[in-house]
């Protein structure tokens, strides 16, 4: 059966960077589509119940099926694709790196406060709550240099997305999130070298960023030294 995927994807989404990833990582040709989620075409709004992105478009002989959710998407990927595998063979390991890809998630939860609020109040509490939850990473990584040591998994394919956003915060003001967390610092720096993770964006990230967090008149950028 003849089968080929198209990604209906945001420029600055960290969730449609994980599928991107995963398909970087396996060598699956793709055909990638940018829409503007502030004006959300209505051919997308068809194909996602959730108006939200990323969309894997699979088409075969016997028509189109539109997966959305993103851990969803990796799963197929991982699941029918050839290439490196990305899950861990063993069923227990597995169900935990499923479970720090949840954590993940959560961790985007408390960026997304971070870089849209305006009172500084709110921004330490989730600046706090990132502290916290990076040294609970921490406790859980080996001796690298990815998450379940010497094979790329899905779980860095979570986690590199969440990395790149503190690498335009960085040029802003020095946080201090990562300040006491080696083995996530040296984890950072290894998924930044991917060429997976590097080609998942744009070069026009950093500034589409800036211009969103300018947007959203964000208590972060006025922290600039």
Not at 95 to 118: C, K
Not at 171 to 186: Q, Y
């Amino acid at each position: 059966m003849t089968t080929s995927l198209k990604l209906i994807s945001h420029k600055l989404c960290p969730y449609v960077q994980r599928a991107v990833i995963a398909l970087n990582e396996k060598g699956v040709p793709f055909e990638r589509i940018d829409i503007d989620l502030a004006n959300k075409p209505d051919w997308f709004l068809k194909l996602s119940p959730l108006g939200k992105v990323p969309v894997l478009v699979v088409s075969t002989d016997k028509g189109e099926v539109a997966l959305f959710e993103s851990n969803v998407i990796c799963e197929y990927i991982e699941e029918t694709q050839a290439g490196a595998k990305l899950h861990p063979a063993d069923p227990l390991t597995r169900a935990e790196h499923r479970a720090w890809m949840e954590f993940g998630s959560a961790i985007l939860g408390d960026l997304w406060g971070l870089e849209t609020t305006t009172d500084p109040a709110t921004f330490e509490s989730k600046r706090l709550a990132l502290s916290a939850k990076f040294a609970r990473v921490e406790a859980a990584l080996g001796a690298g240099p990815f998450f379940g040591g010497n094979r790329f998994s899905l779980v860095d394919a979570v986690f590199a997305p969440v990395f790149r956003y503190f690498d335009v915060f960085d040029e802003v003001t020095e946080l201090g999130i990562f300040s006491d967390v080696p083995k996530v610092r040296a984890w950072r720096t290894e998924l930044a070298k991917r060429p997976s993770v590097q080609t998942a964006v744009g070069a026009d990230y950093p500034q589409l960023l800036r211009a969103f967090l300018a947007r959203h008149d964000a208590h972060l950028l006025k922290l600039a030294a």
